[in-house]
């Protein structure tokens, strides 16, 4: 990586480190086995959002070409949102593709990420699965997302009962309860729609 990069990546690093509108924000970051090439980030789910009180991790790879060329980023957290993949954790928006300009940075990304977590565009999907939930059953989106954000996110705030008790049925089946969680969710929660899928993998 160039030195110009360099320096200037260690510079926003240190930014989002030292500013209390981030910290407050339950936004931080470290360097990977301090690589400055790649940046775990930890984003506190949005109070007004399904995924409030959850810790998410991100990865950022910074490229040669950085500031000129965007980070790639994406989530490590498993996370229910129209706009990231709920299988790989690709992100859908637009700053981190053909909006992307030189004088954003780290900390722009992060908020930008965060914000985008309270405020979805199920027209513009990375997951079509969870789009299609959040447009033609909003609660259960909200209820899908307030699990998934618990379980994978360790969120404290109670969880429907209903889908506690469906994941503990298949477990009982003897499927794996991180599998159970995400056919159910692909399956609007509906019990003979995820064994279905499940055994016919």
């Given at each position: 990586?160039?030195?110009?990069?360099?320096?200037?990546v260690m510079?926003?690093c240190r930014?989002v480190a030292?500013?209390?509108?981030i910290?407050?924000?339950?936004i931080?970051v470290i360097?990977?086995?301090?690589n400055?090439?790649n940046?775990?980030?930890f984003?506190?789910?949005?109070e007004?959002s399904p995924y409030?009180?959850?810790?998410?991790?991100?990865?950022m790879?910074?490229?040669?070409?950085?500031?000129?060329?965007?980070p790639?980023?994406?989530?490590v957290?498993?996370i229910?949102?129209?706009?990231?993949s709920?299988?790989?954790?690709?992100i859908?928006l637009?700053?981190l593709k053909?909006k992307?300009?030189a004088?954003l940075t780290?900390?722009t990304?992060?908020l930008?990420i965060?914000?985008?977590?309270c405020?979805?565009?199920a027209?513009?999907?990375?997951?079509?699965v969870?789009?299609?939930?959040?447009?033609t059953?909003?609660?259960?989106f909200?209820a899908?997302?307030?699990?998934?954000?618990?379980?994978?996110?360790?969120?404290k705030?109670d969880?429907d009962?209903?889908?506690r008790?469906?994941?503990f049925l298949?477990?009982?089946m003897g499927?794996?309860?991180t599998?159970?969680?995400?056919?159910l969710?692909c399956?609007d929660?509906?019990?003979?729609e995820a064994v279905q899928?499940?055994f016919?993998q």
């Open positions: 990586m160039a030195s110009l990069a360099m320096t200037r510079r926003e930014e030292n500013a209390t509108d910290t407050e924000a339950g931080h360097l990977t086995d301090n400055i090439r940046i775990q980030g984003i506190k789910g949005p007004d409030a009180d959850g810790i998410f991790e991100v990865v790879a910074i490229p040669d070409q950085y500031p000129f060329a965007p790639k980023v994406r989530f957290s498993r229910w949102h129209p706009n990231i709920s299988q790989t954790g690709v859908c637009d700053i053909d992307w300009a004088s780290i900390r990304v992060l930008s965060q914000a985008m977590m405020s979805p565009e027209s513009d999907p990375q997951d079509a969870v789009a299609r939930q959040y447009i059953n909003f609660d259960m909200k899908t997302a307030k699990y998934w954000a618990a379980y994978f996110a360790q969120s705030k969880v009962q209903i889908y008790e469906k994941v298949l477990k009982e499927i794996n309860e599998d159970a969680v995400v056919m969710s399956s929660w509906k019990l003979d899928c499940i016919s």
